[in-house]
């Protein structure tokens, strides 16, 4: 559906990202993982046109992200970005309905549908009581899951989210995470950047560790989140096992 | 929504038919007689009717570049933008006296100037925050204040005197065809700001917010600065710099049906002319028969309030 094809994206003369590939396939969901300022973000921005790339190719959907106008590119790509706060009395509904942009003209309104395809996505991030709320009112959290709710709404097939759990308490994030597993178990994809290696190995059918604006490995969580990958990216030793629920890589940091 | 469009209207007609009644001379509602007759449709019918032009055009103004600018002090006049206008006001009549097209022309060549100029000067690498845009404001205006007063040395006595006035905003020198304009501008200026209120939503939560969900940022800014620069150089043409009213009729406006730009700018538009034909109103009947410059009236209002706004939050 979206593929990096050898990417390079230049930021104040220097490379943010160099020669990066990457396949995003239907259905899956796709996990950053590196350092800060190792370009995961770059890429995602990349990956929606909001930067361009100095070299190499990103294709949607068979065609070059250069040639499609912003509403075609927001039609396939919805993005979590971090949080965002407005001075403007914004209800949580009203936020949400603003990600169905794509879907009218000028002087229109939102149809039965674009409120429908809201509220369902209000209630699927736990906020259905939330509708009428002002958006600067909200806690951090609820504020993160309006912003998730927003990208669910316009019912893009590819997700891209920043870290959309930073600001998530324990049981948000495992949400957050089973509700992008659940959409992506329904043919849509997804790229989240996460700090917890835990949840990426939980959720990720690909993992993707970033160092520096390079790519350093890719794969599947069990071959990628090694001693030494985690070591050479993150610059921590780190004791990996299973988790004894699932059966998964268990990262624990030594201090 | 329907409950506070219908009040809006019925307040229009109230406030106008008070403002056509009342002034130096009195008149009745009905049964004027020829001298009435001719104060009415010649002197303040024009008056009232450009004020409820300027007023819809410096609310839509301040509408439209709160929600662009993500910052609801924005405000032509103090943005400077009214400021730019006036200076190419001046320029028309220093350089082309008799030719009065030329004013409303080159007002909005001035505004378009300043727009521009302060939006450059606010925007950082950083993004724009809220100071540093009402600072650029500050800069642009004290600015061209400065290139007005240099201007306004080349003018004799009796043209500063009303020069003075005007640059506080002064509606006593209305004319037809300044109606005729003015009312032509608010119309297009409300109708192009209207078709981008949606994407004025998405702007209002961020700039990237809007790109990300399918905006074309660079064409609706450019929409929205021609939009607020048509309507505030057509307004200042004819009235001069009267200040504040895109700062609190907005707000007003938002506080009674919510953010929705779709409600927001029409709605601004209809209370703006309301409240400036309230504020003229109350500047030529408080000390009549002297009159008082209408943008005293607006700024002894706006001030206040934009101190409000600026410690809230």
Known sequence: MLEVNDISVRYDGRDALSGVGLAVREGETVVLLGANGAGKTTLIKAMNGTVPVASGEIVLNGRSLGVLSRREIARSVAVVAQENETRFPVTALEFVLSGRFVYGGPFGWETDEDVSFASQALQECDLAEFETRLMNELSGGERQRVVLARALATNARILLLDEPTANLDLAHQAMMFRLVRKRCDEGSSAVVITHDLNLAAEFADTVVLLKGGRLIASGAASDVLTAENIKEVFGVDVLLDAHPVTGGVRVTSVF | ?313
């Open chain 2, 1 to 313: 929504m329907y409950l506070f469009g219908g009040t809006l209207l019925v307040l229009l007609l109230v406030v106008l038919a008070g403002a056509a009644m009342l002034g130096a001379e009195r008149l009745p509602l009905f049964d004027l007689n020829e001298q009435q007759r001719s104060i009415l449709f010649d002197i303040r019918l024009p008056r009232i009717f450009l004020a409820a032009c300027v007023g819809g055009s410096l609310a839509v103004a301040g509408a439209g570049l709160q929600s662009l600018l993500r910052n609801p002090l924005a405000e032509p006049y103090l943005l400077g933008v009214s400021n730019g206008a006036a200076l190419g006001t001046m320029l028309a009549f220093v350089l082309f006296d008799q030719l009065e097209i030329a004013r409303p022309i080159l007002a909005f060549a001035g505004a378009a100037l300043a727009t521009v100029a302060v939006y450059r000067m606010a925007k950082s690498r950083a993004g724009m925050n809220v100071e540093r845009l009402v600072l650029s404001g500050v800069i642009v205006t004290t600015f061209l204040s400065s290139v007005i007063v240099m201007l306004t040395t080349l003018l004799d006595a009796a043209k500063l005197r009303s020069f003075t006035f005007w640059l506080l905003g002064d509606l006593s020198q209305a004319t037809r065809n300044g109606v005729y304009l003015s009312f032509a501008a608010v119309i297009v200026g409300t109708i192009i700001l209207t078709s981008q209120a949606r994407a004025l939503n998405l702007m209002m939560i961020g700039e990237r917010d809007a790109f990300d969900f399918g905006v074309e940022v660079g064409r609706v800014r450019l929409l929205v600065f021609g939009a607020a620069s048509l309507v505030v150089g057509a307004a200042v043409a004819a009235s001069g710099s009267v200040g504040y009213v895109g700062l609190i009729v907005p707000h007003l406006v938002r506080l009674s049906v919510g953010s929705d730009n779709r409600l927001v700018v029409p709605f601004s538009a209809v209370a703006g002319a309301i409240f400036v034909v309230f504020a003229d109103t109350v500047a030529r009947t408080a000390i009549a028969p002297r009159e008082l410059p209408v943008g005293a009236v607006t700024a002894l209002v706006g001030a206040p309030l934009f101190i409000y706004l600026l410690r809230k939050r």
